[in-house]
């Protein structure tokens, strides 16, 4: 089989950010600014603070949606600078370097380009939230 390119998840995929992030902070804060969070989104692995986030934003539009997204994004730096790589993430990045490699993550960008700087893991393209 040959390989054209690699699409890969971000999060506890190749660095672990969402157990350095304090998702329940930015939800207190969102909630007392009135962003209060419905069921929006399939039931995942996440712990139920990132999912209630998730859901505030998948729920929001225009202007809420950023100012939401403005409070998440800043936990979510904080995250990316204490956050871990996976096990084999060296080994793994050496095994694929010359495949053609995106990265799709719920990330905020800029937390995600920090991630992927910190880490050195070079991608050829990065859609995040």
Not at 30 to 53: D, I, M, N, Q, S
Not at 73 to 97: C, H, I, N
């Amino acid at each position: 089989m040959v390989v054209k390119a690699l699409l890969l998840d971000l999060d506890k995929t190749l660095v672990n950010v969402e157990d350095h992030t304090d998702y329940c902070a930015a939800l207190r804060e969102r909630e007392t600014r009135g962003f209060l969070p419905r069921a929006a989104g399939p039931e995942t692995y996440w712990g139920k603070c990132t999912k209630r986030v998730m859901d505030i934003l998948i729920s929001l539009e225009g202007g809420a949606w950023s100012a939401a997204n403005e409070i998440v994004e800043r936990y979510e730096l904080l995250g990316a600078a204490a956050s871990t790589p996976m096990p084999y993430l060296t080994e793994f990045l050496e095994a694929v370097k010359e495949a053609p490699k995106a990265v799709v993550t719920l990330l905020s960008p800029r937390p995600a380009a920090y991630v992927l700087q910190r880490h050195g893991i070079a991608v050829d393209a990065v859609v995040a939230r």
